[in-house]
């Protein structure tokens, strides 16, 4: 079961460039996030989308925009890295109406900024 | 917002040891869960809890939701070298989305 697949795993950009992050989950689920880890930082929200066509502001939107386009689909982008948003990412996807609560979550991305 | 926060930081510990950790908020929550992260991957749950004061088992671990609904804690017994990596606790409060806030997590060390 491949669950929540995020790419790419691995990204160094300089200051000023533009990417995008794409995650895929293949459980139908509805809710999908963007996290971001820091060390000692834990986990904080940046985007989420409660449904196909809407996204919503986290935590620290600051510099990032997603889209969901297809339900099964989130991007994040970045329009003009700085060396603050080097970090690993998170995307992560969850149920709608009937759920554990559970936050189903791809292996991660690990930006770096220069 | 929502914040929460989890202690220990770090623990070192001899293998066949008990660990404790908790999590203390300052708003109430519905659902906490508590997820292990190993290196290189994301985070997986290990408890989920829905009712203040429920203590729930997971074949070594144990977890509670406090009774004030604002706090949590994580029990594993007997611990062994694969409980290694970093535990976060979550929270989930009644509002749309589901959104969680996450604990800054606690990094085990097991040594054998």
């Known amino acids: 079961n491949a669950g929540v697949t995020q790419t790419p795993k691995f990204r160094v950009l300089k200051t000023g460039q533009s990417m995008t992050l794409l995650c895929a989950q293949d459980?139908?689920?509805?809710?999908m996030y963007w996290y971001r880890q820091d060390p000692g930082m834990g986990l904080r929200l940046i985007h989420y989308?409660?449904?196909?066509?809407?996204?919503a502001k986290g935590e620290v939107p600051d510099g990032y925009n997603v889209s969901r386009l297809k339900k099964q689909n989130f991007l994040l982008g970045l329009e003009s890295a700085a060396p603050s948003q080097t970090s690993v990412y998170f995307c992560?996807?969850?149920?709608?109406?009937?759920?554990?609560?559970?936050?189903?979550f791809g292996e991660g991305s690990r930006l770096t900024v220069l | 917002g929502q914040q929460l926060n989890q202690s220990p930081q770090s623990m070192f510990i001899q293998e066949g040891e008990d660990v404790s950790m908790n999590c203390t908020s300052s708003?109430?929550?519905?659902?906490w869960l508590w997820y292990k992260q190993d290196p290189g991957e994301g985070p997986v749950l290990l408890i989920a809890?829905?009712?203040?004061?429920e203590l729930t088992s997971n074949g070594r671990l144990t977890a509670q939701f406090g009774i004030t609904r604002k706090d949590s804690f994580l029990n594993i017994s007997a611990s062994i070298p694969s409980d290694v990596g970093i535990y976060f606790c979550?929270?989930?409060?009644?509002?749309?989305?589901?959104?969680?806030?996450f604990g800054d997590g606690t990094t085990l060390t097991v040594k054998p």
């Open positions: 459980m139908n689920h509805e809710y």
């Open positions: 989308s409660v449904g196909e066509g809407t996204t």
């Open positions: 809890l829905y009712k203040a004061g």
């Open positions: 708003s109430i929550f519905n659902t």
């Open positions: 992560a996807s969850r149920a709608g109406k009937i759920n554990t609560g559970e936050l189903f």
């Open positions: 979550a929270g989930q409060g009644n509002t749309n989305a589901g959104k969680s806030t």
